[in-house]
């Protein structure tokens, strides 16, 4: 995108990313095809506002697709992050246990930006995304906390000379639902949290629309739509 540069490309997928963990697992099948796309889903980040209030016509799209191999892993997931300057897809590829292992950002014409590799936890959880230009050049690492049911809750970009960034911490309920989010800079400086309040949930429990609020103040209408595969 051309407003956007890698780093923030870094950033802004990563979170974008993250707004996907509550989606409730489709039924599995024995039968199901080899690399069937099984769940679609695509948000719409529709109405935004200014600092003071007024409401700004602003669209970002976000498609998320899932691959599942006969035996129901998830082997790819890809994220197309779109609005009025372009489009950017993050493609994930898991090995044959369902392990998240590599992944690449692309933009237009299909051009690879950055190249990652990942680590996780002894629960699969993913902890540790590095970041590398198309020739090798090491770009940072983005380190992640999660909770014991795997959602982040906190996670920090490291460049490659070793600067750290500022911190993401985010809040969950009992559904795994992103309830709160916080950035703090490197020298503990903040403006506060965004809250998120979920108002219409679809028949397999995933919600299709929420309210994004930042001092009391709706700032953001998230919408969201499935499309289920069996």
């Not at 889903?41 to 935004?48: C, D, F």
């Not at 602003?58 to 890809?78: I, M, N, P």
Request: hydrophobic share 30%; glycine share 8%; net charge negative.
């Amino acid at each position: 995108m051309s407003s956007h540069s890698v780093l923030f490309s870094l950033t802004a997928t990563t979170l974008l990313a993250t707004l996907f963990t509550a989606c409730q697992p489709t039924p599995e099948s024995s039968d199901a095809p080899q690399q069937v796309a099984r769940l679609i889903v695509t948000e719409e980040y529709s109405v935004k506002q200014s600092p003071d209030g007024r409401t700004v016509a602003d669209t970002l799209q976000v498609r998320k697709s899932e691959r599942f191999d006969e035996a129901g892993r998830v082997v790819e997931r890809r994220y197309q992050v779109q609005d009025g300057s372009g489009e950017e897809t993050l493609i994930q590829r898991y090995d044959a246990e369902g392990v998240l292992r590599a992944g690449g950002l692309y933009v237009a014409n299909g051009r690879l930006a950055v190249r990652y590799e990942y680590d996780t936890d002894a629960r699969g959880y993913k902890t540790e995304e590095r970041s590398f230009s198309p020739d090798s050049t090491r770009l940072g690492t983005t380190v992640f906390e999660n909770d014991p049911d795997g959602n982040p809750t906190e996670f920090y970009f490291v460049s490659a000379e070793g600067e750290r960034q500022g911190t993401y911490y985010a809040t969950f309920d009992e559904r795994g639902l992103m309830t709160s989010s916080t950035f703090v800079e490197p020298d503990g400086a903040s403006i506060g949290a965004t809250r998120f309040e979920y108002l219409l949930f679809d028949d397999a429990g995933n919600w299709t629309v929420r309210h994004a609020s930042f001092a009391g103040k709706l700032v953001r209408i998230d919408r969201r739509r499935l499309t289920y595969y069996e």
